[in-house]
């Protein structure tokens, strides 16, 4: 059981059936229904925030040393992404300044 006593934001997935709970080293993905665990839980170092891809399989982590694409069905990473300045591109929105792929 894991005990949520410091919740720092959650993130929406697209379509709305899913949502991250980031905690300060854990992510969670949850049915936003329920809010039943559904993936995870996801430990890294420092999380600092996360959005969904457009059709909500994955979930890029934003890390303090870089990003984290986790495989949400799955619950296995992906890939790393090395580096402190990024592009989040969200709903027509960007946010940093380019990442370098590991």
């Known amino acids: ?3 949520i006593n410091y919740v ?3 993130v929406f997935s697209p379509d709305e ?3 991250a709970c980031i ?3 854990t992510i969670l993905i949850c049915n936003s229904e329920t809010g039943h665990l559904i993936s995870g839980p996801f ?5 600092k925030y996360a959005c969904f891809s457009p ?3 994955h979930i890029l982590v934003r890390d303090y040393d870089g ?3 986790w495989d949400i069905k799955r619950g296995e990473e992906q890939f790393k992404i090395g580096g ?5 591109i969200h709903h027509g929105h960007w946010h940093g300044s380019i990442a370098s792929i590991n």
């Open 67 to 69: 990003a984290v694409i």
């Open 43 to 47: 430990q890294l170092k420092l999380l």
């Open 8 to 10: 720092k934001c959650l």
């Open 55 to 57: 059709n909500g399989t």
């Open 84 to 88: 402190l300045g990024f592009v989040f």
């Open 17 to 19: 059936k899913t949502f």
């Open 1 to 3: 059981m894991i005990s």
């Open 23 to 25: 905690l300060p080293r």
